[in-house]
């Protein structure tokens, strides 16, 4: 589905992307379903065709996972750890660690202490991390893994950095600015230049 948390996990893997291989492109196929085995499969059998040598999703079976490894391509799932799944294929995956936020707040619940709030989590609470690192994932991109994951729980490493154009030439984020307000990357309804998204 093409709305604001998809659209941002797709800009912020494609601007991952780029901070190792500039000249790295992005197609997304939407299935508008989280978890339609043969749509997946469909989808990530389209993508392969065009030569697309990693996948990755927002959607919830290993079918592109396992589509992947059939032609010796990599993917990086989505929220749970595939590797026993596509071991020829999988590289990781983002983890929600729903125990970060659901302990704290039924402590609260059953002490009288809650008080509801929108939350959203971060890898500096413990809510979002990563699958562990494949034997495919070379000791060099590892380190820098951990090294970027650091900067990100330090808060010294903001996804969003200009110059910054959509998919359309429009500029999203100046150059020498970077987008870190959530109200801001919540309104995002955009790829980024360099994406091509198909229906």
Known sequence: YPYTEVLIGINSFFLGAKSVNPDVTMNVVYINSWGDAALEQAAAESLLAQNCDVLTQHAD??????????????????????????????????????????????????????????YYGTMADGYIGLAPLTDLVSDEAKAEVERVQAEIIAGNYPIFVGPLKDNAGNVVVPEGEAMTAREDIWAMDYVLEGITAMQ
């Open 61 to 118: 079976t290993s079918a592109a996972q396992v589509a992947a490894e059939k032609v010796g391509a990599y993917a990086v799932g989505y929220n749970i750890d595939n590797s026993k799944v596509a071991p020829g294929s999988f590289l990781t995956a983002p983890i929600w660690h729903h125990e970060a936020y659901l302990v704290p707040v039924i402590e609260k619940i059953i002490a009288g202490e809650y008080v509801p709030e929108s």
